[in-house]
T-cell receptor, first 118, second 110 residues
């Protein structure tokens, strides 16, 4: 059973370009979360998605950032017109439906995508 | 406004001794608490959790304690091993959404 997969592992973009980060959840998991970790900081929640539905995007910057989790295929975190401040590690996690047993709150993380904006 | 705080950025202990990592939270709506461990260049991995209706959960060398009145939880590792050296994040959950602390870097010296 493959774990959470993220690609690419490393992404370099020039200022103004677009960055697309992909996340394939664990098999059987229907909920996906995106986090950002800036250097020397902890994990900051960005967005929580279910298939074809955004549950909570309270951590997403209002502009340039968007996320989707289509019926088929991976979840995508998209950053338009990247700036140097977007350089960070972006982690995706997945879980079973957390509205059930509280043990379903356990999230399984991917290895992250390290975005560098030059 | 940081709802989950890990006030010690780092902790160093001797192999074989106890490691105690602390975490404080402010939101009384959190109903489930988790600890994750992270090695460099990897994603966090789930370690142990506790429901808000309990005050202790034990799994091998790892024990998590929850003090709801103080809004405080701690992770005890005993005996500590060099392989435990990593960054430890506590997370508090409400309605399926987890809020993470900034992490504590644990170093276990041989």
């Amino acid at each position: 059973n493959a774990g959470v997969m993220q690609n690419p592992r490393h992404l370099v973009r020039r200022r103004g370009q677009e960055a697309r980060l992909r996340c394939s959840p664990m098999k059987g998991h229907s909920h996906v979360y995106w986090y950002r970790q800036l250097p020397e900081e902890g994990l900051k929640f960005m967005v929580y998605l279910q298939k074809e539905n955004i549950i909570d995007e309270s951590g997403m910057p209002k502009e340039r950032f968007s996320a989707e989790f289509p019926k088929e295929g991976p979840s995508i975190l998209r950053i338009q017109q990247v700036v140097r401040g977007d350089s960070a590690a972006y982690f995706c996690a997945s879980s079973l439906n957390p509205s059930g047993d509280t043990s379903f709150y356990e999230q399984y993380f991917g290895p992250g995508t390290r975005l560098t904006v030059t | 406004d940081q709802q989950v705080k890990q006030n010690s950025p780092s902790l160093s202990v001797q192999e074989g001794r106890i490691s105690i990592l602390n975490c404080d939270y402010t939101n009384s709506m959190f109903d489930y608490f988790l600890w994750y461990k992270k090695y460099p260049a990897e994603g966090p991995t789930f370690l142990i959790s506790i429901s808000s209706i309990k005050d202790k959960n034990e799994d091998g060398r790892f024990t998590v304690f929850l003090n709801k009145s103080a809004k405080h939880l701690s992770l005890h590792i005993v005996p500590s091993q060099p392989g435990d050296s990593a960054v430890y994040f506590c997370a508090a959950t409400n309605a399926g959404k987890s809020t993470f602390g900034d992490g504590t870097t644990l170093t276990v010296k041989p």
